[in-house]
């Protein structure tokens, strides 16, 4: 099993930027793609970013590509997403997840979840 403990959400205006964490324990020797969601409210879950734990290949939403960036410190078995431009749009609670590296299909594992609130 793999615990995933998200932080850094919170209340930002329109134009700036937070950095969320994202801290595993448990199994963690083994190697985990890692990846962001988030869930605004009567809204569906949806994808933010992902980046595997061999090369640190990263993917994105289109809406979030060039604002923000994910990375890893596989180390701290810590996964980050730097979000910059903020907008309103980006309310939602956000999500850390993990799945087996190199394997298809879903994630296997999720946190609790951080808010973050944008205002205009």
């Known amino acids: 099993q793999v615990q995933l403990l998200e932080s850094g959400g919170g209340l930002v205006q329109t134009g700036g930027s937070l950095r969320l964490s994202c801290a595993a324990s448990?199994?963690?020797?083994?190697?985990?793609?890692m990846g962001w969601f988030r869930q605004a409210p009567g809204k569906d879950r949806e994808f933010v970013a992902a980046?595997?734990?061999?090369?640190?290949?990263?993917s994105y939403q289109g809406s979030v590509k060039g604002r923000f960036t994910i990375s890893r410190d596989n180390g701290k078995n810590t996964v980050y997403l730097q979000m910059n431009s903020l907008k309103p749009e980006d309310t939602a609670v956000y999500y850390c997840?993990?799945?087996?590296?190199?394997?298809?299909?879903?994630?296997?594992?999720w946190g609790q979840g951080t808010q973050v609130t944008v205002s205009s």
């Open positions: 997840a993990a799945k087996t590296s190199g394997r298809g299909g879903g994630y296997d594992y």
């Open positions: 448990g199994r963690t020797f083994s190697p985990y793609d």
């Open positions: 980046i595997t734990f061999g090369f640190g290949i990263t």
